[in-house]
């Protein structure tokens, strides 16, 4: 025989078909689990006190007639949608909500009033216990506890850091307290992004749920409108008081301007444009002068040049003189002579000589008389430059009357241009201001009413149908957690897939035997009654599975074992042996349970002669041997009360006893003690040529797993499982008809 097989602790796959027949399994308990979720749900809604909600609703930023007229001049005295947020926080301040308190009277009610409600009992020694252990271990941790004195009314003390820190309290003054239980319970929210504003109560109080809204609609309302009297108030002194400074300001513009006009009327204010034609008309002079003075300046430095370079002689060509004319006229003549006189007499003759000394001295008058032009053309130099000198002069100083000029007609004109736009503002604010008194009595709040808080006709919390199902689902949820957690830890046996597994061999089931009427189940009797009946059906199974597994010729030991008692291994032997006489097979059953024997019980026949008076040679064989009377089958029975079971069933007359057995008998149906604790069954294992393996359905895996092993150390030649006491509904009938 293979030894046993093991969980290979991997994890449970659950498929969907898996997860219906936990359900299936387990529906009782979810539905159990479900009403008791449902009841315990029941029984806290009754319990829990209703709590109503009421809704009204605002519309923020409405414009009006004041709003458009200042709208412009001093913008934050309208409200716009950025500010929603503002005004929120306003409606849930201290300062409403006090008012508030006061209109509705609610210090004499005790949702809001502590000193109202009823004294609490007084904490239990074991709370008390507690809160002296935590105090302790604040104080273990340096954490500060809380000064009873601190919270104490602002006029026993003078400090002027505790009258600051209650500045809050002192201001909201008998109201505090109930300000801030209203403000738990108080919603005020934006409605999207509109400009709708939503003021929310929930309150145990319906008529409270809807009043505490109205009355803060009404309060903010008011208070809006003095918030913007107020407002007016300070904008129209504000405005009285500018309007003065105005005033006094464009007077002093006014009086500058004329001043001014006044003090420059000798210089005049209409000569601009004279002095324009002025300037430009000595503008071109001096560009004509510096043109001829440059001219000049030229041609006396290509003189200069000249004269440098190559004398004053040749320099006589960039004058026009008749005298060097005439003067080079000659030259040229006694030049014209020299050479003729030079041709025909020579250089020594008195004749040229003194024809020489005249050409030289008129190149000296011409050289003189070119000196002397060349310094009258300085002198033409020098007064185009004086005159060019005079003229800028002339420039410059009507220039300078011209910027004086301009600079007191932009004087005048910034003085007018700043008495108009004086003028202009100052109409402006007087304007705004006459239409701001005429307007006052107009004014109105920047919010409007959509619509006030209605008494709600029922409650929004508990909801007892939402909180009864929720309950029910809840404990459904709860009861299919269970019955998978049941399902995933149970370690029963309950299928043959499971059994199979363990034992890798045959696996054959027999159903549970029905009650009959108010007696209790009786295998025995139930298959007399019902020889159809599905336990009868699974003994069939069971003998044909054997008499297909015996050998040929010859008998063959059946040995019935389990792990532990209260399997049906001994109802089972019996019913197997009436089975096999009832078809006529030659078989006898053997009680070898020498601690617990039930055989002759069960069966209606005497407790002696048995096994162990033929073991011990006091009876033959024949004697001890006797037939059941329902199917006249064999049978030998035993008794307790031995010392040493084991050591009998182990000794050689048993072993010749069997032997004996199977000479006479076809099958040899042995009842055994259960495997564990004991080690009574080994013998008659070991000497079976087939083992029925009883595990009864639900028992724990383990404790088979444990009998398996013992099993596979006894090595028997063939192995049948049998599932016992399976549920009935689970299987099928064999009926024909």
Not at 67 to 95: M, N, Q, W, Y
Not at 147 to 160: N, Q
Not at 492 to 507: D, E, P
Request: with cysteine.
């Amino acid at each position: 025989m293979e030894p046993p097989l093991k969980s290979d602790g991997r994890e449970t796959v659950l498929d969907f078909s898996s997860i219906f027949k936990i359900l299936r399994k387990g529906w009782w308990i979810i539905a159990v689990t479900g009403v008791v979720g449902a009841m315990i749900a029941a029984v806290i809604v009754l319990e829990i006190e209703p709590t109503y909600s009421a809704r009204a609703q605002i519309l923020m930023g409405q414009s009006n007639r004041v709003d458009s007229v200042l709208g412009t001049l001093i913008p934050d005295l309208k409200i716009d949608d950025d500010a929603i947020a503002g005004e929120i926080a306003i409606i849930r301040s201290g300062r409403v909500l006090s008012k508030v308190s006061e209109r509705l009277n609610l210090e004499t009610r005790p949702e809001f009033n502590v000193a109202l409600r009823p004294p609490e009992p007084e904490p239990s020694l074991l709370a008390r216990l507690g809160d002296a252990a935590v105090d302790a271990l604040k104080r273990s941790l340096g954490v500060a506890l809380p000064d009873p004195d601190a919270a104490g009314p602002a006029g026993e003390t003078t400090d002027p850091v505790q009258l600051a820190a209650r500045a809050g309290r002192v201001q909201l003054g008998t109201q505090a307290d109930f300000v801030g239980e209203m403000m738990g319970d108080l919603s005020v929210r934006q409605v999207g992004s509109t400009s709708l504003v939503d003021i929310q109560f929930v309150s145990t109080d319906r008529f409270l749920a809807s009043a505490i809204p109205n009355a803060v609609v009404d309060v903010y309302m008011d208070d809006q409108l003095d918030r913007k009297f107020e407002g007016l108030r300070r904008v129209t002194t504000g405005l009285q008081s500018r309007i003065s400074e105005m005033r006094e300001k464009l007077e002093a513009s006014e009086r500058s301007m004329i001043d001014y006009r006044t003090g420059n009327l000798a210089a005049g204010f209409g000569g601009s444009r004279l002095l324009s034609e002025q300037i430009g008309d000595l503008s071109r002079r001096v560009n004509d002068a510096s043109a001829e003075l440059a001219e000049l300046q030229s041609d006396l430095s290509g003189i200069d040049a000249l004269i440098r370079r190559e004398g004053a002689i040749a320099a006589t060509g960039l004058f026009q003189s008749d005298l060097l004319d005439g003067l080079q006229g000659e030259v040229v003549s006694l030049r014209q002579r020299r050479d003729l006189l030079l041709e025909r007499f020579g250089a020594d003759t008195a004749q040229t000589v003194e024809t020489i000394a005249a050409i030289e001295r008129l190149e000296g008058t011409i050289a003189d008389e070119a000196g002397r032009l060349r310094n009258e053309q300085a002198q033409r130099v020098d007064l185009a430059a004086a005159r060019v000198v005079v003229l800028r002069g002339e420039l410059q100083v009507l220039e300078s009357r011209a910027i004086e000029q301009a600079g007191r007609e932009v004087r005048l004109t910034q003085l007018e241009r700043d008495y108009q736009a004086q003028q202009a503002v100052y109409n402006t604010f007087l304007d705004k201001f006459t239409e701001t008194s005429e307007s006052v009595d107009l004014q109105e709040g920047d919010s409007q009413v959509i619509f006030y808080a209605d008494v709600p006709p029922s409650a929004i919390a508990p909801r007892k149908s939402l909180s009864v199902a929720l309950g029910g689902i809840g404990g459904v949820f709860a009861g299919m957690g269970i019955v998978f957690l049941l399902a995933l830890t149970d370690t029963a046996l309950r299928s043959t897939t499971q059994l199979m597994a363990l034992t890798g061999g045959t696996v054959l089931v027999q159903p549970k035997a029905r009650r009959f009427v108010f007696q209790p189940a009786n295998p025995l009797n139930h298959v007399l009654r019902q020889p159809l009946g599905p336990l009868s059906e699974s003994i069939r199974s069971l003998r044909s599975q054997l008499l297909m597994g015996l050998p040929k010729g010859g008998g063959a030991i059946v040995t019935l074992a389990s792990s532990e008692s209260d399997c049906g291994k001994t109802t089972t032997s019996i019913l197997l042996a009436r089975s096999l006489s009832q078809m006529g097979v030659n078989c006898i059953l053997v009680e070898s349970d020498l601690r617990r024997p039930s055989l002759a019980r069960l069966m209606n026949i005497a407790p002696t002669p048995d096994l162990i008076d033929v073991l011990t040679g006091r009876l033959p064989l024949d004697e001890a041997i006797r037939q059941d009377p329902e199917s006249r089958a064999d049978v030998l029975t035993a008794r307790s009360g031995l010392g040493d079971p084991a050591g009998l069933l182990l000794s050689e007359p048993m072993g010749d006893l069997l032997g004996e057995l199977k000479q006479r008998y076809r099958v040899v149906i042995v009842d055994t003690v259960p495997l564990t604790p004991v080690s009574d069954s080994s013998p008659m294992i070991r000497a079976a040529d087939q083992v029925v393996f009883m595990v009864r359905c639900g028992m724990d895996s383990r404790t088979v797993e444990a009998a398996l092993e013992t099993l596979a150390k006894l090595d028997p030649p063939q192995m049948v499982s049998v599932l016992s006491m399976s549920p009935q509904g689970a299987q099928s009938k064999y009926e024909y008809g």
